[in-house]
Structure formats: structure tokens, C-alpha cells
């Protein structure tokens, strides 16, 4: 065969250091298009980017000559960059480590598709917690929970 042809989709899910509700109204669009750009820079699609306060999905149509990994580390350096140049919180931010990634067929494109552009609404009736921990045994992940999240210290525990 004379080239090589692929369509791999993967949603990535990925949360703000100590889970803290961060992304405000007035600036998550522009977040999200400039998540969306830097997918689209490395030369992969950006199929839908959009999240909530704590955590954002991108659903992404990834062409096998660039590892996932390397895109998340890409997509996280990049819009920290971006959040702390712009000032969009007061003090430093930076993005949790990990994240996950989770794979779907050309079929359920739409259904994924709806589920991310409809973020506020589904997390009416659960948190991202519970929403993650769906993720992981849905596509039967092996995890231990103490590393699943970075949590807020509360001084007065």
C-alpha cells in the first residue's frame, strides 16, 4: 500500500491542579478555542473542546504519527502559557498531571460529540468525579484511587 490511511478518535479528559473550579464564563469560549488551535497545530483534529469550571474534554481525530501523551503535554504547556500570559486567574496556574484518554468508533462520533457540547447539563446530575470514575470502569481501567486527583487542601481539616 502506497500510504497510510487511519482515523483514530480519543476523547481526552483532563483536570486543574487541586480541582479547583477556575474557568469562568467570560473566558472559557476563548480557553477553548485556543485548546482547540493547538490540537489543530500539532496536526491532529480538534473535533469538539469544551468543559466546566474544573476540567476540560477534547475530542480529538488523532493521526497514529504523534503519541497522545506528547498532544496532552503539548495542549497543557501551551494553554498554561496561554491562561497565565493572559491573567485569567490571580496567581500561577497549572493543570493537574495525567489525564485520560479514551477511545471510540466512527459510530459514536455524534453521541460523544453531544455528550462534550452538552458539559453544563450533564454535570447538573454528576460531578466530574463520578463522571470519571464512570470513564474508568466503562473502559475497564485498572486505577488506584489515591492517584486519580490532586484535591484542594483545606487548612481548617
Do not use: C
Not at 490571580?90 to 459514536?108: I, R
Amino acid at each position: 500500500m502506497a500510504g497510510t490511511f487511519s482515523q483514530i478518535y480519543i476523547q481526552i479528559v483532563f483536570a486543574f491542579k487541586g480541582r479547583e473550579n477556575l474557568i469562568g464564563e467570560n473566558w472559557k469560549y476563548e480557553l477553548n478555542k485556543y485548546i482547540a488551535g493547538i490540537i489543530k497545530a500539532k496536526g491532529q483534529k480538534s473535533i469538539i473542546v469544551n468543559g466546566m469550571p474544573d476540567h476540560v474534554h477534547a475530542f480529538i481525530g488523532l493521526k497514529p504519527v504523534m503519541a497522545i501523551s506528547d498532544l496532552v503535554r503539548d495542549v497543557k504547556n501551551n494553554s498554561t502559557n496561554f491562561i497565565n500570559d493572559k491573567k485569567f486567574v490571580s496567581g500561577k496556574f497549572s493543570w493537574q498531571e495525567g489525564y485520560g484518554a479514551f477511545s471510540y468508533a466512527q459510530s459514536q462520533v455524534a453521541v460523544v460529540y453531544n455528550y462534550i457540547l452538552n458539559q453544563e447539563k450533564h454535570h447538573k446530575k454528576k460531578t466530574f468525579q463520578e463522571e470519571y470514575y464512570d470513564f474508568l470502569k466503562k473502559y475497564e481501567v485498572d486505577f488506584n484511587e489515591k492517584y486519580l486527583f490532586d484535591w484542594i487542601v483545606n487548612p481548617y481539616e
